[in-house]
């Protein structure tokens, strides 16, 4: 029997010299510098700046996002990067950062929203520049075209009473906020946060966030462009639907693909199916769908009341171990999904439609992922310091997805935070001087340390916004 080897006997000690962690983080702060979001953070956040003097207000939001992106969960975890002033410069005192949360109003954070966005436009451009662009999203082995946002609510728990957190419809305590996400890259567009009451299908609470969305939108992407918004059935009322199709007035090419209740009527539609019209299901590669079948219920249900050329399509399946079934997917034998979309019947085959709205399911992977990027906790008592962590939480999940999208190749240009965070983020690096210049020094044996330091070169051939 083969023994087992020993590990190499330590004596530790603290005190170490030159020496920091979580190097990688500072590759996000500069990414908001470079996008211009600190500095349109200090315009808007500059009335906040008392006789200024103290800590720019821009700034310490700037090092919040990026405190959270690096996966700081509590506004006392500023300290992982104020410890470290030779990497990151002068952070902002917990209290401080407290004091910045509690004087952000509602008037505040609309201009924060607009800082976000000028950002977002800056950091477009980048792409543009530097790279292919804004990447197209995909469904059944084909690019989308346009732009594809998500919109889901989700559901967090508080284990104390927050002001407006509320029992939810699942039992549990807490909030319930709406968001609305990119699937072309991941970022975070939009989000409102919610009492843990509120009713998941509110029309008014995702006309107001898609509004918020379509507001980070750059002016040159977000006229001219196809815009396909996507939902589950709570996005299914008609005044949200006749919402998105009025924005077309505007000159804003919006379409949807939203979920349907499987109600009487539909499945009395369905039994009345012949078997000749349904045709097999494809998956995101656009292979063939095992025991999956799409079907047209277009003008055999009733949808009045809906946009013009509202469509209804519906998919049966064979249902998987666990899969939660209504009595009528029992009685049939097979689990039936339905949305609508109002794509035209030129645009595109029932089959691809259905493949394109099941895509939706990835907002899931999103909201997880935005859990762990300061969603998932908010810190205080009070809604509006509350309302103010969610923004900048979701600036936190745009800063990771610039990264992605600027700075990144292969496999890490699609990562998921926890793998950014554990290959590039947290690593430890020294830093030395030499030549009138301070270096930071990644390990020689770090296995991605290449991938780092190309992020940083590419970083630095970023053009810059004019001041």
Same mark, same amino acid.
């Given at each position: 029997?083969?023994?087992?080897?020993?590990?190499?006997?330590?004596? *530790?000690?603290?005190?170490?010299?030159? *020496?920091? !962690?979580?190097? !990688?983080?500072?590759?996000?702060?500069?990414?908001?510098?470079?996008? /211009?979001?600190?500095?349109? @953070?200090?315009?808007?956040?500059?009335?906040?700046?008392?006789?200024?003097? &103290?800590?720019?207000?821009?700034?310490?939001?700037?090092?919040?996002? *990026?405190?959270?992106?690096?996966?700081?969960?509590?506004?006392?975890?500023?300290?992982?990067?104020?410890?470290?002033?030779?990497?990151?410069?002068?952070?902002? %005192?917990?209290?401080?950062?407290?004091?910045?949360?509690?004087?952000?109003?509602?008037? +505040?954070?609309?201009?924060?929203? #607009?800082?976000?966005?000028? !950002?977002?436009? +800056?950091?477009?451009?980048?792409? #543009?520049?530097?790279?292919?662009?804004?990447?197209?999203?995909?469904?059944? !082995?084909?690019?989308?075209?346009?732009?594809?946002?998500?919109?889901?609510?989700?559901?967090?728990?508080?284990?104390?009473?927050?002001?407006?957190?509320?029992?939810? =419809?699942?039992? %549990?305590? &807490?909030? $319930?906020?709406?968001?609305?996400?990119?699937?072309?890259?991941?970022?975070?567009?939009?989000?409102?946060?919610?009492? /843990?009451?509120?009713?998941?299908?509110?029309?008014?609470?995702?006309?107001?966030?898609?509004?918020?969305?379509?507001?980070?939108?750059?002016?040159? $992407?977000?006229?001219?462009?196809?815009?396909?918004?996507?939902?589950?059935?709570?996005?299914?009322?008609?005044?949200?639907?006749?919402?998105?199709?009025?924005?077309?007035?505007?000159?804003?090419?919006?379409?949807?693909?939203?979920? =349907?209740?499987?109600?009487?009527?539909?499945?009395?539609?369905?039994?009345?199916?012949?078997?000749?019209?349904?045709?097999?299901?494809?998956?995101?590669? /656009?292979?063939?769908?095992?025991?999956?079948?799409?079907?047209?219920?277009?003008?055999?249900?009733?949808?009045? &009341? @809906?946009?013009?050329?509202?469509?209804?399509?519906?998919?049966?399946?064979?249902?998987?171990?666990?899969?939660?079934? #209504?009595?009528?997917?029992?009685?049939?034998?097979?689990? $039936?999904?339905?949305?609508?979309?109002?794509?035209?019947?030129?645009?595109?085959?029932?089959?691809?439609?259905?493949?394109?709205?099941?895509?939706?399911?990835? *907002?899931?992977?999103?909201?997880?992922?935005?859990?762990?990027?300061?969603?998932?906790?908010?810190?205080?008592?009070?809604?509006?310091?509350?309302?103010?962590?969610?923004?900048?939480?979701?600036?936190?999940?745009?800063?990771?997805?610039?990264?992605?999208?600027?700075?990144?190749? &292969?496999?890490?240009?699609?990562?998921?935070?926890?793998?950014?965070? @554990?290959?590039?983020?947290?690593? /430890?690096?020294?830093?030395?001087?030499?030549?009138?210049?301070?270096?930071?020094?990644?390990?020689?044996?770090?296995?991605?340390?290449?991938?780092?330091?190309?992020?940083?070169?590419?970083?630095?051939?970023?053009?810059?916004?004019?001041?």
């Amino acid at each position: 029997m083969q023994g087992i080897g020993s590990r190499p006997k330590l004596h *530790v000690t603290a005190d170490g010299a030159g *020496v920091v !962690g979580h190097a !990688g983080a500072r590759l996000l702060a500069d990414l908001a510098d470079a996008t /211009g979001l600190t500095s349109s @953070y200090s315009t808007a956040l500059s009335p906040l700046r008392p006789r200024g003097t &103290g800590h720019d207000p821009g700034r310490i939001a700037a090092d919040l996002a *990026v405190m959270l992106a690096d996966g700081g969960e509590a506004i006392g975890d500023l300290a992982a990067l104020r410890d470290q002033g030779e990497v990151f410069g002068p952070i902002a %005192s917990t209290p401080t950062a407290w004091r910045l949360l509690a004087a952000i109003d509602e008037r +505040v954070l609309d201009r924060l929203r #607009s800082a976000r966005a000028q !950002g977002r436009e +800056v950091a477009w451009l980048q792409a #543009s520049e530097t790279r292919c662009g804004i990447p197209a999203a995909k469904a059944g !082995g084909r690019e989308l075209p346009g732009l594809v946002l998500d919109i889901d609510a989700t559901l967090i728990t508080c284990h104390s009473e927050k002001e407006a957190a509320a029992p939810t =419809y699942k039992g %549990s305590f &807490g909030f $319930h906020p709406l968001l609305c996400f990119m699937a072309n890259t991941g970022e975070a567009m939009a989000g409102r946060l919610r009492p /843990g009451n509120a009713g998941a299908n509110t029309a008014a609470d995702h006309i107001a966030v898609l509004d918020d969305a379509l507001a980070q939108i750059p002016d040159a $992407h977000r006229h001219g462009t196809d815009i396909l918004v996507r939902t589950d059935s709570a996005g299914s009322a008609k005044a949200f639907l006749t919402h998105v199709r009025e924005l077309r007035t505007r000159g804003i090419r919006t379409f949807f693909s939203v979920g =349907y209740a499987v109600t009487e009527p539909v499945r009395r539609a369905i039994r009345a199916l012949p078997e000749q019209v349904w045709h097999p299901a494809l998956d995101q590669d /656009g292979t063939l769908r095992e025991s999956a079948e799409v079907a047209e219920l277009t003008g055999m249900t009733d949808l009045a &009341g @809906y946009p013009a050329g509202t469509r209804i399509i519906v998919r049966r399946e064979r249902p998987h171990p666990g899969a939660q079934l #209504s009595l009528f997917d029992q009685d049939e034998g097979m689990r $039936h999904q339905v949305f609508l979309t109002d794509t035209p019947f030129n645009s595109g085959a029932a089959q691809f439609l259905e493949v394109r709205h099941r895509g939706h399911a990835t *907002v899931e992977d999103r909201i997880r992922c935005g859990k762990t990027t300061g969603l998932g906790r908010f810190p205080s008592r009070l809604f509006p310091v509350n309302a103010a962590w969610l923004e900048l939480s979701l600036a936190a999940t745009d800063l990771l997805a610039w990264t992605r999208v600027l700075l990144l190749d &292969g496999e890490l240009a699609t990562a998921e935070p926890k793998k950014l965070r @554990y290959r590039l983020l947290h690593v /430890g690096a020294r830093i030395t001087r030499g030549g009138r210049r301070l270096r930071l020094r990644i390990s020689a044996t770090w296995p991605w340390r290449h991938e780092l330091a190309a992020a940083f070169h590419r970083l630095a051939a970023l053009p810059r916004p004019a001041s």
